[in-house]
Structures are given as C-alpha cells and as structure tokens.
C-alpha cells in the first residue's frame, strides 16, 4: 500500500522542517512527492523523556530574531502548551492554515489537547492510549490466561515470579512511568488544570493503590525499573531471551517498538484493551506520546507549511511491514482506518492487535491535562533512581509529588492538592 | 635563596622602575590576545553582571535576582553537586599529578618519555568525546572495566553505575583522565627548569630520592602547582558537559540541573530567566575569584623575589 498520490497541491519555495529518526521517513517522501518545495530537513532527538531541547532551542531563536524552522515534530505530547505562550509564542493558530473539514477528522480529545487559549496549536500525527501488549506466544505455552483487571495482572505477576523467573509483565523504568500507571488509574498528579493552576497530589488513593499494587511485581523482577529503551533492557528480555510476556503500554509500541527495538520474533506479540481497575468502569486509560505537529508563528511559508502537516498526517502511509511504516495509531480518522486494516493484516503480530487499539483510543482519562514544565524527568530522577537503589515506589510517592509540585511552581503554576 | 631576597629588599626601588619598563615591553606580546580577552571575557562578565542586578526591562533591584535563585530548590543540590564534585576533582588531581610529574623526574631515562605521552594520550580527547568514551565504560554490558563495575561497586546494569551517588566522584574520574595528562606535562617542564646543580649539590649533603622530591623538588614548583590550582578550581566549578550529556545518555536519569552552570543554562533558556541566570553565573565568578585570590596570597604566585 503506497501512499495515495496527494491532491495537486500548489506548495512551493523554502521549508525548513525538525523532525525526529522516526519522522524522517515522512518528510523525505514529501520532499519526493513535492519537488517544487525546497526542503530543509533537520533531525533532532524528538525532545524525548521530557528533554527541554526545544525549549532553549527556541528561546534561542527568539533571542536571535531569527533561525526558526517552519514546522517542528516532537515526541512530546506536552510540547504544544507551552509553544503557545509567553515567553516562547511560538505556535502559529493551524486552525485558520489547514480547513476544518480535515482537522474535524481528529478526536475531539485530541483536538482539546491540541487546543491553547481557544486557538488549534498543533495537530497530533498518532494517538497514544496504553493497552496491553501480550506476547500469545509465551501465554499458551505456560498456560496463563490474559489478566483482564490490574489485580489479574499483579496475580499473575506473583506466579510468574515463581513459575518463571526472569520474565516480566511489565517495567518501572521508563520516563513516561507515570503516564502508564498512574494517568490510567486517574491518579491526580497533573489535574484540574486552568491556566496557571494545577492539582497535584500523589497521596490520593487513586495514587496510592497503584503504587500498592506495583510494589511487588518491582520487588520480584516482574517489573524491573529499567526503560525499554536501555540497552540492558533488550539486552535482558529481548531478542533470543524472548522473556517480555506482557507490557502495558502505548500504541506505538506495535512493532516498532517489540520488532525493531527488542528484536521479539514475529507471530508472538498482539495487543489487548487496557486492564481495568477493579470493576471500575468504564475503564480509563493513559496516553503516552503522541507526537503532535506545530507550525512557525514566524515561517515566511505558512502555504508550504501547512500542507506539509496536512500530507504528513492525513496521506502518509507506506506499506506497514516496511521500515518507513507509520509505527503509531494515526489521529486523522480515514488515515487510521486505512492504518487500522493495513496493522490487521501485518504479518508481524500473532492475532490482529488493531481492535484492542481502536477501542482504547476512546479511554483516555480526561482528567490529566497537559502543563508546560516536563514532568517525565521528576519520575526518572526521583522515583527511578530511588527504585534502581532498592526503595518501594510507596515510599517514594511523597517524594515525587514534592517534586512534581517545585517543577510546577519553578514554571509559574500555583499548585493545589485538591 | 636568601640571599637574593635580601638583594630584592634593598633594591626595592630600582626593581619597580625596571618593572614598569618590562610591562611596557611586554606589551606587545600579549596584545594578540588582549582583544579576545575582552571580547569574550571581560565584556560578557560586565555583561553578565549588569543582568544580575537588573530585570528583564533593566530597572535595577539590587540582590534580589540572587536571593532568588539562592531560594530555588535546585539551588543547594547543584552547588552541593559542584562542591563534592571539585573537592574530590582537586585534590586528586594535585596529588597524583605532582607525584606522578615527580616520579617521572626522578627516573630520567628513555622510558620518560614514552610514560608522559602515555599519560598525555587521555587528555588529547576532548570534553565530549571524552564522556562518550566513558558512557561505554560505565555500561556494564560493554564496558571493558566490568569486572571493577560488577564486583568493587556492585553495578551490573547502566542505571546502578550512574546511581547519584557515584556522580561526583565519576565526573571527577572522567576530568582527571582527560585533564590530569597534560598538567603532569606542564609540572615536567617545570621540573626541568630546577638547576640540575641544585639536585646535585643536595645528592653530595646526602639526601635521598624521597628528600630531593620533597625538600627541593616540591616547593621550587609550588607556583605551577598553584597556577594549576586556580584554573582547575574554576573548571571544576564550571562543570557542564558532562552531566548534560550523562543526563541525555541515561534518558532523564541524572537531573538536568545536577550542577550550577547547568541551573543557570536551564534558567536563561528553559525559563526565559536570563537574569536570573546571570545571578547564578556571578556566584559562580565570585567563588572563583575568591577561590584565586586565597590561592595567590598564599602561595606567593606574583611574588618574585623567590
């Protein structure tokens, strides 16, 4: 399935456009596709686990007067929110450069996320729930059912722990930790956010339990704090060890993620709804990523700009088992549907992992909003670190919320705990 | 020795009017760099400190940007950061450095100077590449140097080698490998300029190599020892590159705020805070000047009558 030729578009002159390894793909084919428009292609880390690169890279700019790119890509879902305000006012207002008949294509969520003070700052090239990533495979071969409920999911982490050491359900160590647990468990650590106003507060039970349930699973190696991004990780329970037997996580994981960065072998992975708390319902989910698309406020080619954005979400999309493949849930509905069919049909995954992504895009917990300081790091260096030394994530809770609440006052929020 | 400092005393005069003919003749040897020096150094401190005492629209407020930042809850850990760091950095790097130049010294023969190009050969790397090469020898999964990870400080995974803990004491291990060559460099020549009469005459009074290594050796090189002391110290106190690439390396593991020059770069461009940022930089220029201004008075750096 190549991607179907673009609509005569009428793009031209200079595009300086910063996108990340895994975008590349993307602006390259644009470039192929539009020989008219002059591109500039700069790759750059993405801002990633809550780097700031862009932030002094655009401060920079600002200084200077000059330098900024047209169109930016970045990893962080977050990036958007501050983009679109002062001291940075960076974000140019998409909704009057791309027609509404498209950008309506978006979930409405989305679109929230991607809304600052009334005005469309970006536009979300995927969609990012957590569901469970499963590895069939290894399920039927030691007789486990797939945990419905988180309170499955510790269960069965406790036999595995005794049955088969050294596989894991899950991992404590990546930088968006957070946003895996505690987001889906509507735990309150960036809430009720208005303006410069924000709730924080790790001690509520929302928090807590999960903290609770995840404690024991650290403790017995089924969830290691280690990202999945570390070389020890793929190292430990990727490729020929084979030892990830389930991992919540995001969309995009897919097979970009289990393929590409851990080597599991194709026909064991698939992807199941997101575990539920309990009998809560309706389940809630988190989100993790998201790239979202920001135009220049300052490009002298917002024409160009613009339909860059439009080509790179709404026709992109190579052949799903190509390296240059789309690896994320994309937001523009006729695109995801398109994606939909085409990851069904991906030879890679043991079962069709498309309808548990569908249905998890709808449970994103509305009640954590985006702010403009990045919270990921805090995660990393308070709770990582003390769970790499052997500390109870229970007992690190105060700490991290501490934490989270001097980020969001250095950045200018007032913090609440209600 | 004596002698000459009494000769110093008496012709204090005369000395000073050579001296201020010497200045104006040394004029032009330092003129190539004097335009860098305040292009690059004088003016972005001036500048630096106009920032500090101002707001961002210039009205003057006094120490109010400094108390600030001193309230800043990532104040005190980077400057305890920095601190431990310098320490740790200093002193072994002034205690192997001159034992190692002094040692070279005493054994002169062909096998010298194959040894100070070997202990040159680490600092030809510069800073950054420098800590790439060490990311790979903290990782135990790769790191040559596994075995000392694994079983003296426990570490079987990156994240365990990188725990906050062992951060000073590795940044300081990473600037003594790459710094610590080319100093022992500079402390040979300084060696060498010692009159070989003066060890010789030692020798016949019957000192051993212990004796002319500590009597003689040692306090004839105090100055470069003390020169060493003040630009290290202010090095050390500087430190940026290697926790900002650590912090990039490890995803976010190490804070990237962990020293103060990094505060101060979050604070100019992740804030927009660049005054605020300034008032950090000028903590730092002062703890330097201090720092320099003790280490000149008490070791006689400009002194010359010795």
């Keep these: 399935m190549s991607s179907p030729a673009a609509p005569t578009s009428t793009a031209s002159g200079n595009l300086t456009v910063w996108v990340d390894a895994v975008r590349l793909p993307d602006a390259k084919a644009y470039q192929a596709a539009h020989p008219n428009v002059k591109m500039t292609i700069v790759t750059f880390d993405g801002d990633g686990n809550g780097a700031t690169g862009l932030q002094t890279k655009i401060q920079l700019w600002n200084k200077a007067g000059s330098g900024w790119p047209d169109v930016i890509f970045s990893e962080q879902v977050n990036d958007p929110v501050w983009m679109a305000q002062q001291p940075f006012d960076f974000a140019a207002d998409m909704g009057s450069l791309i027609s509404k008949d498209i950008t309506s294509q978006w979930p409405a969520t989305s679109l929230g996320q991607c809304t600052v003070g009334g005005k469309l700052v970006c536009l979300q090239d995927n969609l990012a729930p957590n569901v469970l990533w499963v590895n069939q495979k290894l399920m039927t071969q030691f007789g486990y059912t797939v945990p419905k409920t988180w309170q499955d999911w510790q269960a069965l982490g406790q036999k595995v722990a005794t049955e088969h050491p050294g596989y894991i359900i899950g991992n404590s160590g990546d930088s968006y930790g957070a946003w895996t647990y505690f987001w889906g468990n509507q735990c309150p650590l960036e809430s009720n956010v208005s303006g410069t106003k924000v709730t924080i507060n790790a001690a509520d039970t929302h928090c807590t339990e999960m903290a609770t349930l995840l404690d024991p699973l650290i403790k017995n190696g089924t969830a290691p704090p280690l990202g999945i991004f570390s070389p020890d990780f793929a190292k430990k329970y990727g490729g020929a060890t084979d030892k990830v037997l389930l991992m919540p996580g995001p969309a995009w994981y897919a097979q970009d993620v289990f393929g590409g960065t851990l080597h599991i072998p194709a026909g064991e992975m698939t992807a199941t709804t997101p575990l539920q708390w309990g009998t809560d319902s309706p389940i809630t989910t988190g989100q993790i990523g998201g790239g979202p698309w920001i135009i220049s406020k300052h490009s002298a080619n917002t024409a160009a700009a613009a339909d860059f954005v439009q080509w790179s979400t709404t026709s992109f999309n190579p052949d799903p088992t190509s390296k240059d ?76 919320g501490k934490a989270l609440g001097q980020a969001a006052k250095a950045a200018g929020y007032t913090v609440a705990t209600s | 020795m004596q002698a000459t400092r009494k000769r110093g005393l008496h012709a204090g005069g005369a000395q000073r009017k050579r001296d201020q003919g010497a200045a104006w003749r040394g004029l032009p040897f330092v003129l190539p760099y004097l335009p860098f020096l305040i292009l690059f150094g004088i003016l972005p401190a001036i500048y630096a400190l106009s920032l500090a005492f101002t707001t961002s629209k210039g009205k003057f407020i006094g120490l109010k940007n400094f108390t600030k930042t001193a309230n800043d809850y990532r104040f005190g850990p980077a400057f305890e950061h920095v601190f431990l760091y310098t320490s740790v950095w200093l002193i072994s790097l002034i205690v192997f450095v001159v034992g190692l130049a002094l040692m070279l010294h005493s054994r002169a023969s062909k096998a010298t100077s194959t040894f100070r190009f070997l202990y040159y050969i680490p600092g030809a790397l510069a800073g950054a590449a420098s800590v790439l090469v060490w990311l790979f020898m903290l990782d135990p999964a790769v790191s040559p140097a596994r075995f000392l990870l694994e079983h003296v400080f426990g570490s079987t995974l990156f994240v365990q080698a990188i725990a906050p803990g062992h951060l000073p004491f590795i940044f300081a291990m990473i600037a003594f490998w790459t710094g610590a060559g080319g100093w022992i460099v500079v402390l040979y020549g300084a060696l060498n300029t010692i009159p070989p009469d003066l060890e010789e005459a030692a ?28 630009l290290s110290f202010a090095t050390g106190t500087q430190l940026f590159v290697e926790p900002q690439l650590v912090n990039q390396a490890s995803l976010g593991f190490v804070p990237d705020t962990w020293s103060a020059n990094q505060l101060a770069y979050q604070l100019a461009f992740r804030y927009g805070k660049f005054n605020e940022a300034a008032a950090v930089s000028v903590d730092l220029l002062l703890i330097g000047l201090i720092a320099a201004v003790l280490i000149v008075t008490r070791t006689g750096l400009f002194r010359k009558e010795d």
Excluded: C, E, H
């Design chain 2, 203 to 230: 020798r016949i009074d019957g000192a051993g190599a212990w004796t002319i290594a500590l009597r003689l050796k040692l306090p004839m090189i105090r100055k470069w020892i003390a020169y060493m002391g003040i």
């Design chain 1, 325 to 400: 493949a789309r690896p994320g849930l994309p937001g523009y509905a006729p695109l995801q549907a398109l994606w939909l069919a085409g990851l069904a049909k991906n030879p890679y995954f043991a079962a069709d992992p498309s309808p548990a992504l569908k249905a998890a895009a709808g449970l994103i917990w509305q009640g954590w909003q985006l702010v403009t300081y990045p919270d990921q790091p805090v995660w990393t260096n308070t709770v990582v670190t003390g769970l790499v030394a052997g500390k109870t994530l229970t007992s690190l809770m105060p700490a991290f």
